[in-house]
């Protein structure tokens, strides 16, 4: 009798050894898992300048000691009261950029610039004389060095792998009636393209 307790027993632990096992499979045969993946990349972005033309020269100046050296259709380094200036310059996003872009314009002047101020436009074609016409970007008689009264320009990303279209500027710079003899300085401007939300 004992006997046959011990076999009862036995079958029972064995049945619910089989039952145990066989609903962990039932519950495994009913998972099931999603996966979701993204792909992150950045963009490139890149502002380049040209002193000779809105098609071509264009090379990238990134600090002051690499800036464009502005080409005056006067000579600038014997000026007299009343005289002008004028240089042109273009600025275009390459065509690695991927963002269009806000320009804003900083300036800074050294060495002795005493009765010196400008004007910068922005101009339909390349070029830069005393009959040049535009947009401020800068009002005329702002001091070498500032950028009082400066606004904010747009460029455009060019399409397929091509540079954007450039926008034409125009430096114009003026000695006033109080200009300083026998001094020498300089104006270093900046433009500083900040991507805009594709």
């Known amino acids: 009798m004992q006997a046959d307790s011990k076999k009862k027993f036995r079958a029972v632990l064995v049945g619910g050894l ?88 900083t300036a800074a002047a050294g060495g002795t610039t005493t009765g010196m101020s400008y004007r910068l436009i922005q101009t339909e074609a390349f070029g830069c004389d005393s009959d040049t016409a535009g947009t401020d970007l800068v009002p005329a008689g702002t001091a070498l060095g500032s950028v009082s009264g400066a606004a904010a320009f747009d460029l455009a990303k060019g399409a397929a792998a091509s540079a954007g279209e450039a926008t034409n500027l125009c430096f114009i710079v003026t000695a006033d009636d109080d200009l300083a003899q026998d001094q020498t300085g300089t104006s270093t401007w900046e433009f500083t393209a900040t991507s805009k939300d594709s």
Request: glycine share 6%; charged share 15%; proline share 5%.
């Open 18 to 105: 089989v039952v145990g096992v066989g609903a962990a499979v039932t519950l495994a045969a009913w998972n099931d898992s999603e996966f979701a993946q993204g792909t992150f990349a950045s963009g490139q972005f890149n502002l380049e300048g040209s002193t000779t033309s809105s098609t071509e020269g264009f090379a990238d100046h990134p600090s002051s000691e690499d800036a464009a050296a502005l080409t005056f259709e006067v000579n600038p380094e014997n000026m007299s009261p009343n005289d002008s200036v004028y240089a042109p310059f273009s600025v275009r996003l390459d065509e690695t950029t991927t963002n269009d872009a806000s320009v804003d314009i």
